[in-house]
């Protein structure tokens, strides 16, 4: 229990602390290690994977502000600066969460595969992926402390299925330049493999040809140093050898074999992981894991919501990890010398170096417009695929411009479009010679052609079987597409590059300032306010017991409304970009007497319905009761208000005039409400 308040209190102080804290520095690459940006000094991943164990639906553990913050003193303990999320709800918020690692000092590396995946076997990258694993990017880009994206793991694990490297590379490739084109502070695309994997082969494909299609680091997954393991027998020495020239960071995406489940690890390796051995080659490692479950390999217990208990696996593997001191560089006394660009590889692996399309949602569209016959909507994705797999099959025999394949490099056009769109593709060659058998159809419907001159490229380089490849993409919307990636957006997070955007903690830091700023003015001017409104009940206060300066006999005939110190009317529903009108001078009236005759009233009188006559005449006896008042007085009246006529003929002023509008009487008229005044 005493843990899990610890645990607790810690949150909430890190919580706190998380509200003013400052960014952290973002870890950048140079050659083939990470850096601090700023300070230049070299980056060793100390992770842990930080996934809840589910039984079926998947756990964002980012998205739980309360679990992340009870967690983070146990994290904290164990000297982590990274945690690596395998899912992430791109609908949730993960402010809290975030902003409280960032205080800590903990970075996130990111799975992007989630609940959509390249498989192997049958690999695809099309639309349907993509457009989830964006989602995911645009939920976490604006953190500083994403140190980056997982765009797959381990979808190579043999030479048979190395095919379904070319469609990782395509996704790295399209990920990369969602990014630059987003302009979301640069975040490296990596990919995770296994070391029991033909790594040495498919790490190799990775990096080939230019950096906007290479993967920007690599993570190894390898739990062979076991009990009475050495640096030799585990495999060690071997990935030092395949590794010292390659040319982007590489470190332990997750390790920390168990012989026993009942058995303690006692992580050995760590000393050899962060050693003079390795550090060279191996930029840290990611042990597995948090979360205590079925694999008996977590690092704590989580008794209830509130409560952890730390497990043997923690004891042992804090007293290694706090024994490291690795040997480290500084960026500017590192010179990159693993800048030879490989050739992709030709013997054991059969990807080919031609990469899918692509994704353009833009060409898909042109291609949904140009069918008469396609799937009526909604449709379920299972249904969807069931009914493709029906017509087009698995191969590309029927549907050449639906597959594609990775070994030969051979693609279909439209083999990036999401599975509806494709579904209607097949749909269309099903019954292009009969439109009555699309109406027939219950999953098809018929629709008129729309070929827009904006598709009329997509049209040409594609071919009428759409087997041709799409260099040039139209223009019909932006909000989904990425440009075609070149060199020239090669990302800035190697460093010694600058970012001109502002980090999420920059921004953070913004809107906590601003927030203050807000509240500090309101708070003002509700003291104001209140402060105005004592003055006002004074006032009335003075005015209900007579003060001659603040009361006339009128004012009791005709009770002003939002007057200001009485010498302004206000009649208005609505006085947006209106101005007050001054104290009551006559400038507006033709005659210059400062006294109304009283054949003057009679003639008003003649003119207003008897309901309003009463009304004047006890203006026209106020009137004579009172001199008028002269400049030089002290005393000031507020002008009587008349009620308007509607057949008069008075002159009748407005109660507000715009601010551009002229004083003339004329310009006057056009203005409304009106109000009449007679000078007492």
């Given at each position: 229990?005493?843990?899990?308040?610890?645990?607790?209190l810690?949150?909430?102080?890190?919580?706190?602390?998380?509200?003013?804290?400052?960014?952290?520095?973002?870890?950048?690459?140079?050659?083939?290690?990470?850096?601090?940006?700023?300070?230049g000094?070299?980056?060793?991943?100390?992770?842990?994977?930080?996934?809840?164990?589910?039984?079926?639906?998947?756990?964002?553990?980012?998205?739980?502000s309360?679990?992340?913050m009870?967690?983070?003193?146990?994290?904290s303990?164990?000297?982590?600066?990274?945690i690596?999320?395998?899912?992430?709800?791109?609908?949730?918020?993960?402010?809290?969460c975030?902003t409280?690692?960032?205080?800590?000092?903990?970075?996130?590396?990111?799975?992007?595969?989630?609940?959509?995946?390249?498989?192997?076997?049958?690999?695809?990258?099309?639309?349907?992926?993509?457009?989830?694993?964006?989602?995911?990017?645009d939920?976490?880009?604006?953190?500083t402390?994403?140190?980056?994206?997982f765009?797959g793991?381990?979808?190579?694990?043999?030479?048979?299925?190395?095919?379904?490297?070319?469609?990782?590379?395509?996704?790295?490739?399209?990920?990369?330049?969602?990014?630059?084109?987003?302009g979301?502070?640069?975040?490296p695309?990596?990919?995770?493999?296994?070391?029991?994997?033909?790594y040495?082969?498919?790490?190799?494909?990775?990096?080939c040809?230019n950096?906007?299609?290479?993967?920007?680091?690599?993570?190894?997954?390898?739990?062979?140093?076991?009990?009475?393991?050495?640096y030799?027998?585990?495999?060690?020495e071997?990935?030092?050898?395949?590794?010292a020239t390659?040319?982007?960071?590489?470190?332990?995406?997750?390790?920390?074999c168990?012989?026993?489940?009942?058995?303690p690890?006692?992580?050995?390796?760590?000393?050899?992981?962060?050693?003079?051995?390795?550090?060279?080659?191996?930029s840290?490692g990611?042990?597995?894991?948090?979360?205590?479950?079925?694999?008996?390999?977590?690092?704590?217990?989580?008794?209830?919501?509130s409560?952890?208990s730390?497990?043997?696996?923690?004891?042992?593997?804090?007293?290694?990890?706090?024994?490291?001191?690795p040997?480290?560089?500084?960026?500017?006394?590192y010179t990159?010398?693993?800048?030879?660009?490989?050739?992709?590889?030709?013997?054991?692996?059969?990807?080919?170096?031609?990469?899918?399309p692509?994704?353009?949602?833009?060409?898909?569209?042109?291609?949904?417009?140009s069918?008469?016959?396609?799937?009526?909507?909604?449709?379920?994705?299972?249904?969807?695929?069931?009914?493709?797999?029906?017509?087009?099959?698995?191969?590309?025999?029927?549907?050449?411009?639906?597959?594609?394949?990775?070994?030969?490099?051979?693609?279909?056009?439209?083999?990036m479009?999401?599975?509806?769109?494709?579904?209607?593709?097949?749909?269309?060659?099903?019954?292009?010679?009969?439109?009555?058998?699309?109406?027939?159809?219950?999953?098809?419907?018929?629709?008129?052609?729309?070929?827009?001159?904006?598709?009329e490229?997509?049209?040409?380089?594609?071919?009428?079987?759409?087997?041709?490849?799409?260099?040039?993409?139209?223009t019909l919307?932006?909000?989904?597409?990425?440009?075609?990636?070149?060199?020239s957006?090669?990302?800035?997070y190697?460093?010694?590059?600058?970012s001109?955007?502002?980090?999420?903690?920059?921004?953070a830091?913004?809107?906590?300032?601003?927030?203050?700023?807000?509240?500090?003015?309101?708070s003002g001017?509700?003291?104001?306010f209140?402060?105005?409104?004592?003055?006002f009940?004074?006032?009335?206060?003075?005015?209900?017991?007579?003060n001659?300066?603040n009361?006339?006999?009128?004012?009791h005939?005709?009770?002003p409304?939002?007057?200001?110190?009485?010498?302004?009317?206000?009649?208005?529903?609505?006085?947006?970009d209106?101005?007050?009108?001054?104290?009551?001078?006559?400038?507006?009236?033709?005659?210059?007497?400062?006294?109304?005759?009283r054949?003057?009233?009679?003639?008003?009188?003649?003119?207003?319905?008897?309901g309003?006559?009463?009304?004047?005449e006890?203006?026209?006896?106020i009137?004579?009761?009172?001199?008028?008042?002269?400049?030089?007085?002290?005393?000031?009246?507020?002008?009587?208000?008349?009620?308007?006529?509607?057949?008069?003929?008075?002159?009748?002023?407005?109660?507000?005039?715009?601010?551009m509008?002229?004083?003339?009487?004329?310009?006057?008229?056009?203005?409304?409400?009106m109000?009449?005044?007679?000078?007492?």
């Open positions: 229990m005493a843990l899990g308040l610890r645990s607790l810690g949150g909430v102080v890190i919580f706190l602390a998380a509200l003013v804290s400052a960014t952290v520095d973002p870890v950048v690459i140079k050659g083939s290690h990470f850096f601090y940006q700023t300070n000094s070299e980056f060793f991943i100390r992770g842990i994977t930080y996934q809840p164990p589910s039984n079926s639906t998947p756990i964002d553990p980012l998205s739980v309360l679990n992340c009870r967690d983070i003193q146990f994290l303990d164990l000297t982590t600066n990274v690596r999320v395998s899912y992430i709800d791109s609908a949730s918020d993960h402010s809290a975030m409280a690692l960032q205080t800590a000092g903990i970075y996130v590396l990111v799975d992007l595969p989630g609940t959509a995946t390249i498989n192997s076997t049958n690999p695809e990258w099309n639309l349907d992926i993509y457009g989830a694993w964006v989602q995911t990017i939920a976490m880009a604006g953190f402390n994403v140190l980056g994206f765009a793991d381990n979808v190579v694990t043999n030479s048979s299925n190395s095919p379904a490297a070319a469609f990782v590379k395509a996704a790295v490739r399209d990920l990369k330049s969602y990014i630059a084109t987003k979301y502070r640069p975040i695309v990596g990919y995770e493999m296994s070391a029991s994997d033909n040495d082969v498919a790490s190799l494909y990775m990096t040809t950096s906007s299609q290479s993967i920007d680091f690599l993570g190894i997954s390898d739990f062979n140093w076991c009990t009475n393991n050495t030799v027998n585990s495999g060690y071997n990935i030092i050898n395949q590794y390659y040319t982007v960071p590489v470190f332990f995406a997750e390790y920390g168990k012989d026993v489940a009942t058995v690890r006692e992580f050995d390796e760590v000393a050899y992981i962060y050693g003079t051995q390795m550090t060279n080659v191996i840290g990611i042990v597995y894991e948090y979360f205590q479950d079925d694999e008996n390999k977590g690092l704590v217990s989580i008794v209830s919501n409560v952890v730390p497990l043997p696996d923690f004891t042992s593997y804090s007293s290694q990890i706090a024994k490291i001191t040997s480290s560089t500084f960026a500017s006394n990159v010398t693993n800048t030879i660009t490989q050739s992709c590889p030709t013997t054991a692996f059969s990807a080919s170096p031609t990469l899918p692509i994704v353009n949602k833009d060409v898909c569209s042109c291609m949904v417009n069918l008469q016959c396609v799937a009526r909507s909604p449709l379920n994705s299972s249904t969807t695929t069931s009914l493709l797999e029906g017509i087009c099959g698995t191969n590309s025999i029927n549907c050449p411009a639906l597959h594609g394949d990775g070994s030969t490099g051979i693609y279909g056009s439209y083999s479009c999401n599975v509806t769109e494709r579904l209607s593709w097949a749909l269309d060659m099903k019954y292009q010679d009969n439109l009555v058998g699309c109406t027939d159809d219950p999953d098809a419907t018929t629709q008129e052609t729309d070929e827009s001159y904006d598709c490229n997509v049209y040409e380089q594609a071919g009428a079987v759409g087997t041709g490849t799409i260099t040039s993409f139209p919307t932006t909000a989904t597409n990425i440009g075609y990636p070149s060199d957006l090669t990302p800035s190697y460093y010694g590059d600058d001109n955007s502002l980090s999420g903690g920059a921004i830091g913004i809107a906590i300032g601003s927030i203050l700023g807000v509240a500090a003015i309101a001017c509700a003291w104001f209140c402060l105005r409104r004592r003055g009940k004074r006032q009335n206060s003075e005015s209900s017991n007579g001659p300066r009361s006339t006999p009128a004012d005939l005709f009770p409304r939002n007057m200001r110190g009485g010498s302004a009317s206000v009649i208005s529903d609505d006085s947006r209106m101005s007050e009108l001054p104290q009551f001078d006559g400038s507006y009236i033709g005659q210059s007497s400062t006294q109304w005759s054949t003057e009233l009679h003639s008003i009188q003649s003119e207003v319905p008897a309003y006559r009463s009304i004047i006890r203006d026209a006896a009137s004579e009761m009172h001199t008028p008042v002269s400049r030089g007085s002290d005393l000031e009246h507020p002008s009587p208000v008349i009620p308007p006529s509607p057949m008069g003929s008075e002159k009748e002023l407005p109660a507000f005039r715009t601010r509008e002229d004083k003339s009487l004329p310009s006057m008229k056009l203005l409304s409400p109000i009449k005044v007679s000078p007492v």
